[in-house]
């Protein structure tokens, strides 16, 4: 049974940092493809950063390019989300995502991602 766990959120001032953390079970991360996505109240599900199965590359939503790194610890199993400079508008539910098979790693699309996790709170304050 495949389980993504999201941890790291929490509050914090504007110009602050976070790490986020998504622990897996149930399938190998070098197997899949992964992603963030946020979702602040009202709005649609956002993706924000995307990293290959192999690591090899990544993509960013533009308002968090420089600002934000994914990347991914194979030996524990992890994918990680680290945050920093965050602004008043990075704050929403940050969820995990991951799937067996990607056409393109030019965008990040939610219908693309068939495992999620439960989602984590990030809220920034000004």
């Known amino acids: 049974q495949v389980q993504l766990v999201e941890s790291g959120g929490g509050s914090v001032q504007a110009g602050g940092s976070l790490r986020l953390s998504c622990a897996a079970s149930g399938l190998a991360i070098t197997d899949y493809y992964w992603a963030w996505f946020r979702q602040a109240p009202g709005n649609e599900r956002e993706g924000v950063a995307q990293i290959h199965r192999l690591s090899v590359s990544t993509t960013y939503t533009g308002s968090v390019k420089g600002r934000f790194s994914i990347t991914k610890d194979n030996s524990k199993n992890t994918l990680y989300l680290q945050m920093n400079s965050l602004k008043p508008e990075d704050t929403a539910i940050y969820y995990c995502?991951?799937?067996?098979?990607?056409?393109?790693?030019?965008?990040?699309?939610?219908?693309?991602?068939?495992?999620w996790g439960q989602g984590t709170q990030v809220s920034v304050s000004s």
């Open positions: 995502a991951a799937t067996r098979g990607l056409m393109s790693m030019t965008t990040i699309k939610a219908s693309n991602y068939n495992y």
